[in-house]
C-alpha cells in the first residue's frame, strides 16, 4: 500500500502548524523523514548552539531554517542503548544486553520486536539505515556469516534497504555491509572475525608499534587495519576494507542515492554519520581545516554530509516535503582512546558548552544533546527550550503519519509530535537518563535531576570522565548556572523523594538487572 504524498490532505495539526508559523500549506500527509544520527557531537560542538571556535555553516543553515532544540535528550551516554531506545521506543535499561556493542554482537533489536523502521513500513514507506548501525547483526554473537549474507539483519526489523558499519569506525570488520552482504568482498580471501583470539599470522596492535600510522591512548590494541588499531580481531577480506578518509562520503553517497531512488514515494532513512566518533581520520580535503585537529575536522566533516544531504533534498524538490531531525547519540568526549591531539588543540572550544560531564556520564552533557528539526520552510529561525526524549521519537513520528502502532510497541514512546512542531513549548514532565554504568538520573521541566545512589567509579577509566556515580542520592537543579556544580539534596529531600518516587514508578515497569 503506497500513500500518494502529494495529495492535500487537512491532517489534524495542520491548521494549528499554519496558525503557529505562518506556513501557507501543509502538502505532505505522509512526508519523508530522515534522522541524522549523529555519533559523539556534543551540545557546544556546532555553532549553531553557540560555540566561536568551530563553524559548522550547513547546521548552523538547518538550525536557522528550523527549529533549535536546547533540551533535547538521549535515553542513554552511549551509542548502543541510545540507538534502541530510539528505534524501539522502548528505554535500554528495561533490556539486558542493550550496552556498547561488539563488531560481532547478535541482533539486539529481535525480529519479532516491532522498530520505527517497521512502522514506516507498515505505512507504506520505503525504509533505509545508512551509516552507523552498533545494534549487532546475526542470529547470536560471534556466529554471522561475514561471507555469505547475514541473517537475520536489518531487513528483518523493517529496514528495506541497508548500507551499514556493524559497529563503529574503531570495531572489526571494517567492512561496509550492504543489504545483509559484505561489500567488495573477494570470495578467495574470506573474512575471519573474532573478540576473542588473535588469527595466527595477523600481526596485532599492542606488538607492533612500528606498523601503526595512529597510536592508541587507551585501548585498541588489537587488529591492525589501515595502519589503525581496533577492538577485536579480523583476517582478510582485504579488498573490502573500508579506507577511513572515505567513510563520510561512503555514506553520504549511499544516503543520497536512496533519496534520489526514493523521490517519488514516501521514505523514511535513518542516517548514522560515523563523524565524529573514533577514530578520526576525516577525508584529506578536511585536514587542518579546522585548526583543532582531527576532531575538529572530522566536525567539518559532518557538516559537509548535513549540507550534501539538504542540497540533495532542495534539487529534487523534496526540502518542503522532508522532515529532517538532526541530533546525536550521547554526548561528547575529547580523548576516547586515540593519540589524536584532541585535548592539546582543543583550545577554549567547549564540546559539552555549559553542562557537566560528557560521553558516559550521568551529568548532564552525557545525553543532552544536539537537536534540529527542518522541514521545508515551516519552522524557520525557532528555538524551543521544551523538554524532550529520543524515546519519544517513536510515537511521534507515527503520530506525524497517521501510522497506529500495535499493541505492546514501543511501551515508552509518548507522541511529542506537538514539541516537534513548535506548538508545545514545556514537552515531558521528565525525562530519564542513563549511564554507562546504567545508572538512572530523572530530570524534570524546572531542571531538577536526582541521580540515584551507585557504587559503580566516580571517574571512567580511559577517558577520565566524570560518570556522575555516588553512593549518595545527588539533587541539583540543572537550570541554574551552576549546572550539577553543587549536590543540594539535603536541602530539598522532599524533591528528591518527588523525583525517585518517578523513577520507582517508571522501573516499577521493568528493569534489567544487568
Ligand atoms: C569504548 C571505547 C571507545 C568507544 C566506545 C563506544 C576503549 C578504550 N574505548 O569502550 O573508544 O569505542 O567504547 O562508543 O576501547 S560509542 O559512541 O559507540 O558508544
Ligand atoms: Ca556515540
Redesign the pocket.
Known amino acids: 500500500m503506497m500513500k500518494n504524498r502529494k495529495l492535500t490532505v487537512a491532517i489534524p495539526f495542520a491548521g494549528a502548524i499554519v496558525a503557529a508559523t505562518g506556513c501557507a500549506e501543509i502538502r505532505s500527509h505522509s512526508p519523508n523523514v530522515i534522522i541524522i544520527y549523529a555519533?559523539?557531537i556534543g551540545y557546544g560542538d556546532l555553532s549553531c548552539n553557540g560555540t566561536a571556535a568551530i563553524s559548522t555553516p550547513n547546521v548552523d543553515s538547518l538550525a536557522g531554517n528550523g527549529i533549535r532544540f536546547t533540551n533535547s535528550h538521549t535515553t542513554s551516554s552511549?551509542?548502543?542503548p541510545?540507538r534502541y531506545g530510539l528505534l524501539t521506543g522502548q528505554y535500554p535499561w528495561r533490556r539486558e544486553g542493550t550496552g556498547?556493542a561488539t563488531g560481532d554482537a547478535g541482533m539486539i533489536i529481535r525480529p519479532e520486536q516491532y522498530t520505527m523502521a517497521d512502522m514506516f513500513r507498515d505505512a507504506g514507506y520505503a525504509t533505509g539505515a545508512v551509516g552507523?548501525w552498533?545494534l549487532g547483526l546475526g542470529d547470536k554473537t560471534g556466529t554471522q556469516d561475514w561471507n555469505g549474507t547475514v541473517a537475520p539483519a536489518l531487513a528483518d526489523i523493517g529496514f528495506g534497504y541497508s548500507y551499514i558499519m556493524a559497529?563503529?569506525g574503531?570495531?572489526v570488520p571494517c567492512v561496509f555491509i550492504e543489504n545483509g552482504k559484505v561489500v567488495g568482498l573477494d570470495p578467495a580471501d574470506p573474512i575471519q572475525v573474532s573478540y576473542d583470539e588473535p588469527f595466527a599470522g595477523e600481526p596485532v596492535a599492542r606488538d607492533h608499534p612500528e606498523l601503526l600510522r595512529i597510536h592508541?591512548s587507551?585501548?585498541?590494541d588489537q587488529a591492525i587495519v589501515n595502519g589503525i588499531p581496533r577492538?577485536g580481531y579480523m583476517k582478510g577480506g582485504k579488498s573490502a576494507l573500508w579506507r577511513d578518509e572515505d567513510i563520510a562520503d561512503s555514506i553520504t553517497v549511499k544516503a543520497i542515492d536512496f533519496i534520489s531512488r526514493h523521490k517519488d514515494e514516501p521514505f523514511f532513512l535513518y542516517l548514522g554519520t560515523n563523524d565524529i566518533?573514533?577514530p578520526r581520520v576525516p577525508h584529506e580535503r578536511f585536514a587542518g581545516k579546522s585548526g583543532m585537529g582531527p576532531r575538529g575536522d572530522a566536525l567539518l566533516s559532518f557538516d559537509e554530509t548535513v549540507g550534501k544531504v539538504m542540497s540533495c533534498l532542495r534539487e529534487l524538490g523534496l526540502d518542503d516535503d522532508t522532515v529532517v531531525i538532526l541530533s546525536s547519540?550521547?554526548g561528547p568526549?575529547v580523548d576516547?582512546?586515540?593519540q589524536d591531539q584532541a585535548w592539546e588543540l582543543l583550545g577554549e572550544h567547549r564540546p559539552w558548552g555549559d553542562f557537566r560531564g560528557g560521553?558516559y556520564s550521568a551529568f548532564e552533557a552525557g545525553t543532552r544533546v544536539p537537536m534540529i528539526v527542518h522541514w521545508g520552510d515551516r519552522f524557520r529561525g525557532k528555538v524551543s527550550d521544551a523538554l524532550f526524549s529520543h524515546i519519544d521519537f517513536f510515537a511521534s513520528l507515527a503520530a506525524l503519519i497517521g501510522a497506529d502502532i500495535p499493541e505492546g510497541a514501543a511501551p515508552d514512546s509518548r507522541n511529542a509530535l506537538d514539541v516537534l512542531t513548535y506548538r508545545d513549548m514545556t514537552g515531558r514532565d521528565y525525562v530519564i537518563e542513563q549511564n554507562v554504568n546504567s545508572t538512572l538520573s530523572v530530570m524534570d521541566t524546572e531542571g531538577w535531576k536526582y541521580i540515584t545512589p551507585s557504587d559503580a567509579p566516580a571517574i571512567e577509566f580511559?577517558?577520565g570522565m566524570e560518570l556522575g556515580n555516588s553512593p549518595e542520592g545527588q539533587l541539583y537543579n540543572v537550570s541554574e548556572a551552576k549546572y550539577e556544580r553543587y549536590n543540594c539534596i539535603s536541602e530539598f529531600p522532599e524533591k528528591a523523594a518527588a523525583l525517585k518516587k518517578i523513577l520507582d514508578a517508571e522501573t516499577a515497569a521493568g528493569l534489567a538487572t544487568k
Open positions: 555519533d559523539d552511549v551509542s548502543t541510545s556498547i552507523k552498533h559497529a563503529t574503531d570495531r592508541p587507551q585501548g585498541h577492538i566518533h573514533v547519540d550521547n568526549v576516547d582512546g586515540y560521553k580511559y577517558t
